[in-house]
């Protein structure tokens, strides 16, 4: 018999267990498959008060025991808003309320501020019903709790399609835009693969980056020290100001996973003089590099697009890293060979007239997410797509890493 426990922090349950299920694959002291469900980067979280009270995102990661071992968990929070998820209902809360509803509080099973996909119902290799414990104990709590909904975002395409037809949830499908590696030897192997303007495009801008005069440094591990966390904090403040109006994450978390998973991180830097200038922070999984924040003191042409996806091409060829996610949105992404790829989320209402309403809004997003993925790699920038006679985007990527 299973028994759901529901927490309050992820510091009170053990970071053993929890990986036991959100993580398995690094049981051989490999990487993980996705660092962000890892007990590590949520509890970091938590202790540097980036989620908890005053944020708008209550933790109450759920875990389920059998026979008193844990065999499922999910990262679960309350949700007073609807800022720091990337795909976004703001319409769907605005809709409820005007008819006189109320949209929050509300469940999010997700890892906060971070657009990237990965498992959101993690049950242990030899115990796959623990997912649907989770799924029915989450769907129970929002219920009991007189909750409008109850929203998974950026799981598997293999979750949303098997737990929507299992517990009645809507599907959603959005879109990114993901970076593939076709096997490539070197990042001159990867622009061959391109038609001849994108990639004299691309020379040029790596070109024009150089051409600063900055020393670009990609750092991991024992190689990243406090000084060059601090240098990132001023960048990522000024980023989040701009985008957010406050910055999401408190110093202290980039103190807290420089403790506790320094290696996990790529930390691309441009120095004058020693002195950075500007950095792209990224995530390093077992199989996918994670772009997650950029930030600069001084402007440069292109110093952005070497920052933050070239240097991670560069880095996925090196390590024979099949792909690059570069966060939410930012079309232009399009011409420099990250090309369209489906998001997927979940989503349980609890009024029976919103969920049609919401269940209609969702049929008709999805034709058009499908075409536009099918539009959109067609213009593409490699050989066989429609891009020599497109129009290139070349303005700076304000959302990046995604931005509410």
């Given amino acids: 018999m299973t028994e759901p426990e529901l927490h309050d922090s992820m510091t009170e349950i053990p970071a053993a267990a929890w990986d036991a299920v959100a993580c398995p694959e690094a049981a051989d002291g490999g990487r993980p498959l996705d660092p962000f469900t890892t007990h590590r980067f949520l509890a970091a979280l938590d202790v540097s008060h980036s989620t908890g009270k005053g944020t708008g995102w209550g933790p ?10 844990l065999i499922g968990a999910m990262p679960l929070y309350v949700k007073s808003h609807s800022q720091g998820e990337y795909i976004f209902d703001h319409g769907w809360a605005e809709a409820l309320e005007r008819a006189g509803g109320r949209y929050y509080p509300k469940l999010q099973i997700a890892v906060p501020f971070t657009p990237a996909t990965g498992r959101r119902f993690l049950a242990a290799p030899d115990a796959p019903h623990a997912r649907d414990a989770l799924v029915e104990t989450a769907i129970g709590l929002a219920r009991g709790n007189r909750l409008s909904s109850l929203h998974a975002t950026f799981c598997t395409a293999e979750e949303a399609e098997t737990l929507a037809a299992r517990h009645g949830l809507l599907h959603r499908v959005t879109q990114q835009f993901h970076w593939e590696n076709r096997g490539y030897a070197s990042f001159d192997d990867f622009l061959g693969d391109l038609s001849s303007r994108k990639r004299k495009n691309i020379r040029k801008e790596r070109e024009t980056a150089r051409a600063s005069g900055l020393t670009i440094r990609a750092l991991t591990g ?58 792209a922070l990224n995530f390093i999984g077992r199989e996918t590099l994670y772009g997650r924040y950029w930030g600069c003191t001084e402007d440069h042409a292109c110093l952005h697009f070497e920052l933050c996806y070239y240097q991670a091409i560069d880095y996925a060829i090196a390590h024979r890293m099949p792909r690059v996610e570069a966060g939410a949105q930012g079309e232009h992404k399009l011409a420099r060979g990250y090309l369209p790829t489906p998001v997927h989320s979940l989503h349980w209402i609890a009024d029976e007239g ?23 790699t067609a213009y593409g920038p490699f050989r066989n797509a429609r891009s020599e006679d497109g129009q290139e985007g070349e303005g700076q990527d304000g959302d990046w890493q995604g931005g509410d």
């Fill in 222 to 279: 024992d190689e990243i020290e406090d000084r060059h966390w601090d240098a990132f904090w001023v960048f990522y403040q000024d980023t989040g100001s701009r985008k957010w109006g406050t910055p999401y994450l408190t110093r202290a978390f980039f103190a807290e996973i420089h403790r506790s998973m320094r290696n996990d991180v790529l930390l691309v830097l441009a120095e004058r003089d020693g002195k950075p200038v500007a950095g």
């Fill in 354 to 376: 919103f969920r049609e309403a919401v269940a209609r809004y969702l049929r008709s997003e999805r034709r058009a997410v499908d075409e536009e993925i099918e539009v959109l």
């Fill in 60 to 69: 109450k990661p759920l875990v389920i025991r059998e026979g008193g071992r």
